[in-house]
């Protein structure tokens, strides 16, 4: 797996001196769906989407990437919704990957099977949503999810690194390691998790009701992960899950952007939160609506917050504010997302 240590470090030593310097860029590529998982504002029945304009045109995302890149960023994930949905979605990635990204999707796999050779050499790693080891995944997301998932899997594995994100539900809290397990067995590059938050409404029948019975789960991740299963979170993560103190730097290391053009400040969770609205960088250059005084000072109110447990706002935090504590795990993930199966 290819990342760019040079950019990296430069972004990292400007936000050590004071320049928030985005290191990650995640953008929403769409907010269309076609899965009805429960807890998620995307859910195809919700058409989240029919709320907002016209998303970006190919152009536009691309011309989107190039001044992420030139910001700082590394590291480009493509989320939505679902991103397979986008038509263009193969000529954007492949320009990220021309640029220098280091590329990286994440999909409920319903199309990957039939759209893995044409987005699969220009991703880094694939992510796969899956939630339960076995059927009860459909029930939950959606007619046929499951399978599809799986067959895109084994397709997707010939031209990238694959893993599986799993959310962390009180339904499924007693199956991860049966999810660890079909990791193994798919002969993918690991497995991440997190647990369903509470920064929206739609959380609220998902949400852990037996605190013990989540305690014993990640404790039982942190055993599989010290006997060498391919679990990609740090232990520190875990530990946090289990109350150990964090601080959020994640407005200032990433930069989200929704399918129409808009910077989610400091992230989606806050403003679903909290409220704060997005900053439009149509016709405008993102470097100066990054730098502006508005988004600057949303930035500072939100430093050190910790509302959520999401692994994409935890893991880069950890490893900037205490390096030593994580980077022998980051090291171990970046093995096995490096290894080509």
């Known amino acids: 797996m290819k990342v760019d240590f040079v950019k990296y470090m430069s972004a990292s030593f400007k936000n050590k001196l004071g320049i928030d310097t985005p290191i990650i860029w995640n953008h929403k590529i769409t907010f269309r769906c076609q899965a009805l998982c429960g807890f998620c504002p995307f859910n195809a029945k919700r058409g989240l989407w029919k709320k907002y304009g016209e998303e970006l045109k190919t152009n536009e995302v691309i011309d989107m990437a190039d001044q992420m890149y030139e910001l700082g960023c590394s590291v480009s994930s493509f989320e939505g919704g679902e991103p397979l949905l986008r038509v263009d979605l193969p000529e954007i990635l492949k320009h990220c990957k021309e640029i220098g990204f280091n590329v990286h999707l994440v999909t409920n796999g319903l199309l990957l099977k039939s759209k893995a050779h044409l987005i699969g050499s220009h991703c880094d790693v694939i992510t796969v949503s899956i939630d339960y080891p076995d059927e009860r995944h459909s029930k939950e997301r959606g007619p046929r999810i499951f399978e599809s998932a799986l067959e895109g899997i084994k397709e997707a594995k010939k031209y990238a690194s694959v893993t599986i994100n799993t959310v962390i539900t009180k339904g499924n809290v007693k199956d991860l390691k049966r999810l660890v397990e079909l990791t193994e067995n798919l002969d993918i590059n690991g497995i991440s998790f997190e647990p369903v938050d509470n920064v929206n409404n739609f959380y609220g029948p998902f949400k852990h009701d037996n605190r013990q019975r989540f305690v ?21 993560y875990f530990n946090v899950l289990l109350g150990d103190k964090w601080k959020c730097s994640s407005p200032k290391l990433m930069i989200h952007t929704d399918p129409y053009g808009n910077i989610i400040l400091p992230c989606g969770n ?19 609506v990054w730098f502006s005084e ?38 171990k993930s970046y093995q096995l997302l490096g290894r080509r199966k």
């Open 216 to 236: 014993d789960a990640i404790e039982e991740l942190i055993q599989l992960k010290k006997e060498g299963m391919p679990i990609l979170n740090s232990q520190k």
């Open 270 to 288: 806050w403003k679903n939160k909290f409220g704060f609205k997005n900053l439009s960088t149509r016709n405008k250059r993102i470097e100066d």
């Open 294 to 331: 508005e988004a600057t000072t949303t930035r500072t109110m939100a430093k050190g917050c910790t509302s959520c447990f999401m692994s994409c706002n935890v893991e880069p935090s950890l490893l900037y504010n205490n390096p030593s504590n994580v980077i022998f795990d980051n090291l």
